[in-house]
């Protein structure tokens, strides 16, 4: 069941998008080589509640933490740790934050410190690129499957796999809420959702270099991709209105 927000609800997550960023934009100065996982994970933390929010991800149960931040070739749900970052290290960052009842997710990824080849930097762009292209294909009207393919294809333009079981998501007073939206079509495009003003979705580019196959680690929650080739991931919070679709966060 999909729940549509209304316009009140919509404006309560904008705000926790905003002060969601807010909290990204202070943490990034602190990700460096040297640092460990852990302590950025609790500088997370303590930002998002010095803003008056909630972390959302220890909302999900089992999970304790702030933020998931899985490195080169691990690809989401990767738990902070003693980890230390070194140079050229591919980062992901992926944060939420509850914020008067409803909830926002973002992630993003970056080298920390010096990149190791260009190729890196290039499959990066790759990924923010089709994540922008993704948000614009949601529109009223349009269909689920439209933002699905746009996924798979820009990705397949560059000869990179998607991770198929990794989806996007409906997101609200839950943090995963219906309906899913995966980054390739895995039926026609007419037959997924049609889009309509007051959907909310957390839209995700989760992708590789290599085949896109994934394997948990021994914790059972990372998720790594089984050729050990580089993974990233890009993610908005998205709203869509009656002529334009807004990035909440």
Same mark, same amino acid.
């Given at each position: 069941?999909?729940?549509?927000?209304?316009?009140?609800?919509? +404006?309560?997550?904008?705000? *926790?998008?905003?002060? /969601?960023?807010? &909290?990204? !934009?202070? =943490?990034?100065?602190?990700? $460096?080589? @040297?640092?460990?996982?852990?302590?950025?994970?609790?500088?997370?933390?303590?930002?998002?509640?010095?803003?008056?929010?909630?972390?959302?991800?220890?909302?999900?149960?089992?999970?304790?933490?702030?933020?998931?931040?899985?490195?080169?070739?691990?690809?989401?749900?990767?738990?902070?740790?003693?980890?230390?970052?070194?140079?050229?290290?591919?980062?992901?960052?992926?944060?939420?934050?509850?914020?008067?009842?409803?909830?926002?997710?973002?992630?993003?990824?970056?080298?920390?410190?010096?990149?190791?080849?260009?190729?890196?930097? +290039?499959?990066?762009?790759? *990924?923010?690129?089709? /994540?922008?292209? &993704?948000? !614009?294909? =949601?529109?009223?009207?349009? $269909?689920? @499957?439209?933002?699905?393919?746009?996924?798979?294809?820009?990705?397949?333009?560059?000869?990179?796999?998607?991770?198929?079981?990794?989806?996007?998501?409906?997101?609200?007073?839950?943090?995963?809420?219906?309906?899913?939206?995966?980054?390739?079509?895995?039926?026609?495009?007419?037959?997924?959702?049609?889009?309509?003003?007051?959907?909310?979705?957390?839209?995700?580019?989760?992708?590789?270099?290599?085949?896109?196959?994934?394997?948990?680690?021994?914790?059972?929650?990372?998720?790594?991709?089984?050729?050990?080739?580089?993974?990233?991931?890009?993610?908005?919070?998205?709203?869509?209105?009656?002529?334009? &679709?807004?990035?909440?966060?």
């Amino acid at each position: 069941m999909i729940n549509i927000k209304t316009t009140i609800e919509i +404006e309560k997550m904008k705000e *926790g998008g905003l002060l /969601l960023q807010k &909290a990204m !934009k202070d =943490l990034l100065p602190f990700v $460096r080589v @040297g640092v460990t996982t852990k302590e950025i994970d609790q500088k997370a933390e303590q930002l998002i509640r010095s803003l008056g929010a909630l972390p959302s991800f220890n909302t999900v149960k089992g999970y304790k933490w702030t933020t998931c931040l899985p490195i080169n070739e691990q690809i989401v749900h990767t738990k902070p740790s003693q980890r230390v970052l070194n140079d050229g290290d591919v980062l992901t960052i992926d944060i939420g934050c509850l914020y008067k009842g409803y909830h926002t997710d973002y992630a993003t990824s970056f080298i920390v410190g010096q990149p190791k080849s260009v190729k890196d930097q +290039e499959f990066l762009q790759q *990924g923010r690129e089709t /994540l922008n292209l &993704a948000i !614009k294909a =949601l529109k009223n009207g349009s $269909r689920l @499957g439209e933002v699905s393919k746009i996924i798979s294809d820009n990705l397949n333009k560059y000869k990179l796999s998607v991770v198929k079981e990794l989806t996007g998501h409906g997101i609200g007073r839950q943090l995963h809420e219906d309906p899913f939206i995966p980054g390739w079509c895995d039926k026609p495009i007419e037959e997924t959702i049609i889009v309509r003003p007051g959907l909310v979705v957390a839209i995700e580019v989760i992708y590789a270099h290599g085949n896109g196959k994934m394997k948990y680690e021994e914790d059972n929650w990372s998720i790594a991709t089984a050729d050990h080739s580089l993974s990233a991931c890009f993610e908005h919070t998205v709203a869509v209105y009656e002529n334009s &679709a807004l990035i909440l966060t």
